[in-house]
C-alpha cells in the first residue's frame, strides 16, 4: 500500500497556471480550440522519418492544460502548418508551438546553438554569424542601384540567407537580371539593409523579433519604402503576417507573385526555350501558409519548352523540406531529413529540374541530392530558371 501511494504521488501532474495564462496571452488562446483528434500528430511529417513520431496532440494538450511538457519534441516542429492545413477546427498550431518555445526561452530550455544564432542577429544583423559590412557584397559585379524612394517603385529585400548563402546569392544574382530584364524600377538598401527578424521568431524568442520587426519596419519608413519583393518566402511571410503588429506601412510580396504579374501586363519576354521536364517543390512559408501556389506554376509554364510535372504530393499537401521552423540552425541526422523523401519524389515524376522558390529548400533539396550520389536531379530557384531563358 505505501508502494502504491509513492507511486501516485509521482505520476501526478501539476498545472502551472502562469504557465497557462503566459502562453494563453502569447498565442491569442490558439490551443484552446483543440479537441485532441490526434490529426496533426498523424500528418506530421516526421512520421515519415522517425520510428517515434512528434506528438503534437500531447504538446498541445500540454498547451491547454498548463503543463511544462517535454522539451526536446517542441524544437523538432518545423512550422510547416501541414496539422493546421487539415486540423478540423483550424487551430494555429505553429502560433502555439511559438509560443511554447518563447516560454522555454525565458526557462532556459532551448537548444544548443541558438542563443547564439540571436547573437549573431544581435551584433552582426544576420544569423549567419557573418560581419554586416559584406551584405552586399553578392552586388559587387551587379548593376543594382541604391534604393530611392523617388526614382524606384520597387525596394528588393535581399535577406540575410540570399546576401550571405553563396548558393542563394546566385538567386540574388539571378533575380535582379530578370527584373532588369522586364524594365523594373527597383533598388536595394546593400549594407544597410536590416535583417528582417524571421529566423529570432522561428526559434520563439518573440520578444527579441518585436525588437528586429520594430527597428526594420522604422528603417523602411525613414527610407520612404511602400513596396516590398522578397527572394525569400520566410521574409514575406514575416512582413506580409507578423510585422502589421507592430505597425507596418509598406506592402510586401513575393517575388514570384510579382513576376507573375509583370508576365500578366506583358513587360517580361521569355525569348529561349527551356527544354526539360520540370517538378516544382512548393515552399511551406509561399505555399500552406500563404496560399500562394499560382504564381510559381503560372511562370514555369509560361517558360517555353517546360513541361510540368507534379510530384505525388504537391499544392497544400506538399512535403516540407526540413529547413523552416529555426531547422536551418540545428542538426538532423541523416536519414531523418524530409528533403531525402522529397528528391525521391521528384525523381518519380521523371523530371531532372527540380525548381523551388526558396532559399532554405534550395539548400535542403541540394544537400540531400548529394547524398544520393545516383541522382541527378538539377536543383535551380524559379529566378535562376528564368534568367537563363531571357
Not at 524612394?149 to 540574388?172: F, K, N
Not at 525588437?211 to 519596419?217: F, G
Not at 525548381?355 to 535562376?384: G, R
Request: hydrophobic share 40%; proline share 5%; glycine share 8%.
Amino acid at each position: 500500500m505505501a508502494e502504491m501511494r509513492q507511486r501516485t504521488r509521482e505520476d501526478v501532474m501539476l498545472i502551472d497556471d502562469e504557465l497557462w495564462e503566459a502562453l494563453v496571452e502569447r498565442t491569442d488562446g490558439a490551443a484552446a480550440l483543440c479537441f485532441q483528434c490526434g490529426v496533426c500528430t498523424a500528418t506530421c511529417p516526421w512520421g515519415l522519418v522517425k520510428h517515434k513520431p512528434l506528438n503534437v496532440r500531447n504538446m498541445m494538450h500540454q498547451a491547454q492544460l498548463g503543463l511544462k511538457g517535454e522539451a526536446g519534441g517542441l524544437w523538432l516542429c518545423t512550422t510547416c502548418a501541414q496539422c493546421e492545413a487539415l486540423c478540423p477546427r483550424g487551430v494555429d498550431i505553429p502560433q502555439v508551438i511559438r509560443g511554447l518555445r518563447s516560454l522555454a526561452w525565458e526557462r532556459r530550455e532551448t537548444q544548443p546553438g541558438l542563443p547564439s544564432l540571436l547573437w549573431s542577429i544581435f551584433w552582426n544583423n544576420n544569423p549567419w554569424d557573418q560581419p554586416p559590412s559584406q551584405r552586399a557584397a553578392w552586388a559587387k559585379n551587379v548593376a543594382i542601384p541604391d534604393f530611392d524612394p523617388q526614382v524606384h517603385d520597387v525596394l528588393l529585400y535581399i535577406g540575410c540567407t540570399s546576401s550571405y548563402d553563396q548558393r542563394a546569392q546566385r538567386i540574388a544574382v539571378a533575380l535582379t537580371k530578370v527584373l532588369t530584364s522586364a524594365g523594373v524600377e527597383f533598388g536595394f538598401l546593400g549594407d544597410e539593409e536590416p535583417c528582417c527578424g524571421e529566423a529570432a521568431l522561428s526559434v520563439g524568442h518573440l520578444d527579441y523579433f518585436k525588437e528586429v520587426a520594430a527597428q526594420t519596419a522604422d528603417l523602411f519608413n525613414q527610407r520612404g519604402v511602400t513596396n516590398v519583393v522578397t527572394i525569400s518566402p520566410h521574409c514575406y511571410d514575416v512582413f506580409q503576417n507578423h510585422y502589421p503588429e507592430i505597425g507596418q506601412g509598406f506592402k510586401a510580396q513575393h517575388y514570384t507573385q510579382f513576376i507573375a504579374s509583370l508576365l500578366e501586363e506583358g513587360r517580361l519576354e521569355l525569348h529561349q526555350s527551356l527544354d526539360h521536364p520540370v517538378t516544382f517543390q512548393d515552399p511551406c512559408y509561399l505555399g500552406r501558409i500563404n496560399g500562394e501556389y499560382a504564381a510559381p506554376r503560372q511562370i514555369l509554364r509560361s517558360i517555353p519548352g517546360v513541361q510540368l510535372l507534379e510530384m505525388e504530393l504537391s499544392a497544400q499537401d506538399s512535403l516540407c523540406c526540413g529547413g523552416g521552423g529555426g531547422r536551418m540552425w540545428l542538426e538532423t541526422p541523416a536519414g531523418e531529413r524530409f528533403s531525402d523523401l522529397r528528391i525521391q519524389q521528384a525523381s518519380e515524376t521523371g523530371a531532372d529540374l527540380l525548381a523551388t522558390a526558396c532559399p532554405f529548400c534550395v539548400t535542403c533539396l541540394e544537400d540531400s541530392i548529394k547524398s544520393q550520389t545516383s541522382n541527378h536531379l538539377q536543383v535551380l530557384d524559379i529566378a535562376e530558371l528564368l534568367a537563363s531563358v531571357i
